[in-house]
């Protein structure tokens, strides 16, 4: 398996416009998780999903940021206005339910910088 | 609420030492727990987890991780340290109650390998 898939893997844009980031869980995994890392706040779940629902999104910061999982092969990120604060490297991980946890497979990340 | 602190922010050793990386937990019932790694500019990689049974859990890359319930930790040792060890080491812990879809991450801990 390729492992999870991220793409782009760096973003530069300016501040107002949209950014979509993209994500390919590996196949079979039915929970995927959208995290982001700053130097101020490390890690930072931002939403999940299960078999292709969104389950918990209580870490999306604003109503800017929306999150898609159309089908189990595919997911998006979106940020629509971007603004110099999202800068940082979000990260895709999906996960197969195991003995009442789920164990994380990451994505190498996509660097947003938002000019 | 589970919450995971890592005291250490950044511990420098002279390749060939031993390591012991710190993790302290706060969680209502019974943790899963888990220790990743972080290369520059790659996404985590799961080094180890601890669900049940032994205490004492072998990772990859001669790692392993000692689950004490007494003291709420969790911590990391690796015998003899190689220069390629130095990267970002976070600790995670999930579970059942209520958290067991998602983990919360410790801050991180950098290591810096001294030649």
């Known amino acids: ?115 | 609420a589970q919450s995971v602190t890592q005291p250490d922010i950044h511990i420098t050793v002279s390749e060939g030492a031993s390591l012991e990386l710190r993790c302290n937990y706060s969680y209502g019932a019974t943790p899963y727990l888990f220790w990743y790694v972080q290369s520059p500019g790659q996404g985590l990689q799961l080094l180890l987890k601890y669900f049940s049974g032994d205490t004492l859990v072998q990772g990859i890359k001669g790692f392993e991780a000692e689950f004490k319930r007494s003291q709420s930790s969790f911590n990391l040792r690796k015998p003899s340290v190689h220069w390629s060890d130095a990267a970002e080491y976070f600790c995670a812990v999930g579970g059942v109650t209520g958290g067991g879809n998602k983990l919360t991450f410790g801050t991180g801990t950098q290591l810096k390998v001294e030649l």
């Not at chain 1, 898939?5 to 998780?33: A, N």
């Not at chain 1, 898609?68 to 940020?79: D, E, G, H, Q, V």
């Open chain 1, 1 to 115: 398996d390729a492992g999870v898939i991220q793409s782009p893997r760096h973003e530069v844009t300016e501040m107002g416009q949209e950014v979509t980031l993209r994500c390919k869980p590996i196949s079979g995994h039915d929970y995927l998780f959208w995290y982001r890392q700053t130097m101020m706040r490390g890690l930072e779940l931002l939403i999940y999903f299960n078999n292709n629902v969104p389950i918990d999104d209580s870490g999306m910061p604003e109503d800017r940021f929306s999150a898609k999982m159309p089908n189990a092969s595919f997911s998006t990120l979106k940020i629509q206005p971007s603004e110099p604060r999202d800068s940082a490297v979000y990260f895709c991980a999906s996960s197969k339910w195991f003995s009442g946890a789920n164990v994380l497979t990451f994505g190498a990340g996509s660097r947003l910088t938002v000019l």
